[in-house]
């Protein structure tokens, strides 16, 4: 790791001046650390010989990498179970552009770039911490309360002529203020609607394929849900529900194949493992998906046939 990246807390920065780039953690158990980029290629992951090692139940060991290609920084997803996002879409290799949120298991981290000047100060660096970001905000409008305060207590209220600079007029610094404070809140609603659009875009994504019996799609997409937004209910009930609902569809099938494999119906009960295998397509390491593939393999024997002639069966080995 030592060599790859440098490991900082949120707001300190590289000793020697330069441009660096960094992954700033949003989320998970290193929130609040920097990532600070130096090796060409950085993997990301709960490993022991990872760059950057997050402990996250949904992160693969070696779950993605972050190539330095010329002057880009380039995302690549290494196989890993749940997949890699940028910011909301699924990808499976993609350019990094400053301020991206790279979603990797549940763990969120942002891409920044920071400048450090000669007298080891960060001279230009990105916001990363939402919070703070709220406490800078309210800092220069604290100011402009007390200067609205001040104009007030010392107007002496009596009419003057309008204040002009070569015939046009000049704006006061009550309107400054007005004018800055209203930008600040237009730009806080813009950015708050943009995060209701996407957390309802995936929520109806999640919903349709709950309706439609996709439930390990479901469980992915309420997941999502709930990085954006932790205690959103709605999605908290959804993915509760979903998991319920999978659990129950696997336990209702494996019933039907054992009744079907009793009465010596090999083709019925292969259809019920096959529909376990559908369920469960995404986790192959789930114990009831090889308890079904096992149990295919075992029926194929059974009724004469070739280990894998199964449609399911060849089905997955494709994919």
């Known amino acids: 790791m030592a060599k790859n990246v440098l490991v900082l807390k949120h707001f300190e920065s590289p000793k020697e001046a330069g441009t660096y780039f960094r992954l700033v953690t949003l989320t998970g158990s290193t ?20 760059d950057v090692k997050i402990n996250d139940a949904k992160a693969s060991r070696e779950h993605c ?42 763990t969120v981290f ?15 660096e990105s916001n990363d911490d939402p919070e703070e970001e709220g406490k800078k ?17 010392f107007d002496d209220f009596s009419p003057k002529p309008e204040q002009r600079m070569n015939g046009v007029a000049r704006t006061t610094p009550i309107e400054m203020a007005a004018s800055e404070d209203s930008a600040i809140r237009k730009r806080r609603l813009n950015e708050d609607k943009q995060l209701k659009e996407k957390l309802n875009a995936i929520f109806q994504r999640g919903l349709r394929e709950y309706r439609e019996g996709n439930y390990y799609r479901a ?19 959804y993915l509760r529900k979903s998991k319920e609902r999978l659990d129950d569809s696997i336990r209702q099938e494996i019933q039907k194949a054992q009744r079907d494999e009793s009465s010596l119906k090999y083709k019925s009960a292969i259809v019920s493992y096959c529909s376990i295998i559908r369920l469960l397509y995404n986790v192959p390491e789930d114990q009831r998906y090889k308890d079904a593939e096992k149990k295919i393999k075992d029926l194929e024997l059974k009724q004469g046939l070739e280990e894998g002639e199964t449609s399911c069966l060849k089905k997955q080995r494709t994919n």
């Open 65 to 106: 990498e972050i190539t330095k290609v010329g002057d880009t920084w380039v995302a690549t997803d290494l196989g890993s179970q749940n997949g890699v996002m940028i910011n909301d879409k699924k990808i499976t290799q993609q350019a990094l552009a400053e301020g991206d949120k790279l979603i990797v298991g549940q």
């Open 110 to 124: 942002k891409f920044a770039k920071v400048e450090v000047s000669s007298k080891n100060k960060v001279i230009k």
């Open 137 to 153: 905000t309210a800092i220069p409008f604290l100011i402009l309360v007390v200067i609205f305060l001040a104009l007030f207590l």
């Open 31 to 50: 929130k609040g650390e920097s990532f600070v980029l130096l090796g060409n290629r950085i993997v990301i992951g709960r490993g022991d010989k990872t």
């Open 219 to 237: 469980i992915h997409e309420f997941n999502l849900a709930l990085i954006i937004s932790p205690q959103d209910s709605q999605a908290e009930f």
